[in-house]
C-alpha cells in the first residue's frame, strides 16, 4: 500500500464546486474534461494539500451524514476559511463537543450533502490529548 490515491465526489454542478474547491479551500484545477469525458461522466481534477480530489457530474447522497473528509490546516487559518465558505454560501455547521488538546474544526457540508472538516490536529496531539484524559 502506497497510501490514498485519490478521492471522487459525485457533484450536480461541477462549476460551483470547482468555486468551492479553488476560492473557498486554495485548491489548484489540473484538469477539465469538457466536452471529452474518460470516465463515466464529465469531471474535474483539482490538488489540494497534495491529495488528488476528482468531481464527476452525477448524483450525490441523498442524504447528509457525519461521513467526511478532514483536511489538516493551520490554527491561524480557520478564521479565513470560514470567510471564504461563508461567502460562497456553504452550511457552515456547528463544531462537536472536543477536548482539550484535540485540536479546532470547522465543519460544513458542501452543495452536495458531502460533509467536510477543516481540523487543526494530528493524529499524535489527538492521542496524546486522549490519553491525558480521565
Known amino acids: 500500500m502506497l497510501g490514498i490515491s485519490h478521492l471522487t465526489f459525485l457533484v450536480r454542478d461541477l462549476e460551483r464546486t470547482a468555486r468551492l474547491l479553488v476560492e473557498g479551500l486554495g485548491a489548484r484545477e489540473v484538469y477539465d474534461s469538457g466536452d471529452r469525458p474518460y470516465s463515466l461522466s464529465r469531471e474535474k481534477f483539482f490538488e489540494l494539500g497534495g491529495v488528488w480530489i476528482a468531481t464527476m457530474e452525477g448524483e450525490p447522497p441523498a442524504e447528509r451524514s457525519y461521513r467526511h473528509v478532514a483536511f489538516q490546516v493551520a490554527a491561524g487559518d480557520l478564521p ?31 452543495f452536495d450533502n458531502h460533509l467536510f472538516e477543516l481540523h487543526t490536529g494530528t493524529l499524535a496531539s489527538r492521542l496524546a490529548a486522549y490519553a491525558s484524559t480521565p
Open 80 to 110: 479565513g476559511y470560514r470567510r471564504r465558505l461563508e461567502s460562497l454560501g456553504v452550511d457552515i455547521r456547528p463544531p462537536r463537543p472536543r477536548i482539550e488538546g484535540e485540536g479546532q474544526s470547522l465543519y460544513f457540508h458542501d
